[in-house]
């Protein structure tokens, strides 16, 4: 239901009644969309709000909302999340945070993201004893996805790549 018809689950949808009853219930993945809708239609500090008791159990809410903070401008708290991801999920310098990344734009663009580039000016990437902008980053081309990316720079264009879709 959720992969193929989000316009069903959002406002004025279809399933959108039974979907807020999984959201209340506890349901991790209708808590992430939920979330994930909620940053387009309210802002980010509802999904924030939203997706905070996935973390750190929950892979793609736990990244989300590293993102989401950094975009706010919250580079300590991002930092947090960011390190609570890393030691129960991936490594921030796995494959994995290719697909998590892919998943996260994805939904936000399968709800209608604006691509408005809201939070360009507050957005803050980490630069910390726990994340530092690669070394490497602008000796690379990243003109079409991240295939063949250098595992480095992986985190840092996939966070780059949220604010310009909100």
Same mark, same amino acid.
């Given at each position: 239901m ?10 004025g949808?279809?399933? =959108? ?15 992430y ?15 924030? =709000? ?6 750190p159990? &929950?892979?793609l809410s736990?990244?989300?909302?590293? *993102?989401?903070?950094?975009? *706010? ?11 609570q991801?890393?030691?129960? &999920?991936?490594?921030? =310098?796995? !494959?994995?945070?290719?697909?998590l ?11 209608? @993201?604006?691509?408005?580039? =809201?939070?360009? @000016?507050?957005?803050?990437?980490? !630069? !910390? ?9 602008y000796? &690379? ?20 790549n *949220?604010? &310009?879709?909100?």
């Amino acid at each position: 239901m959720v992969t193929f018809a989000t316009c069903q689950i959002c406002t004025g949808g279809q399933f =959108r009644e039974f979907f807020i009853k999984c959201v209340t219930a506890g349901n991790k993945n209708a808590m992430y969309y939920e979330g994930l809708y909620a940053a387009l239609i309210v802002g980010p500090e509802k999904c924030i =709000r939203i997706l905070q008791p996935n973390v750190p159990n &929950h892979d793609l809410s736990t990244l989300a909302v590293g *993102i989401i903070n950094m975009c *706010i401008g919250n580079d300590k708290e991002a930092s947090k999340l960011f390190q609570q991801f890393a030691a129960n &999920h991936y490594d921030l =310098r796995s !494959d994995a945070i290719v697909g998590l990344g892919a998943d996260l734009e994805w939904r936000l663009i399968s709800f209608g @993201a604006p691509y408005m580039n =809201r939070y360009g @000016a507050s957005f803050k990437f980490l !630069d !910390d004893e726990v994340i530092k902008s690669p070394s490497c980053l602008y000796g &690379h081309d990243y003109t079409v996805d991240f295939e063949g990316s250098c595992k480095k720079c992986m985190l840092f264009w996939i966070c780059c790549n *949220i604010p &310009h879709i909100l």
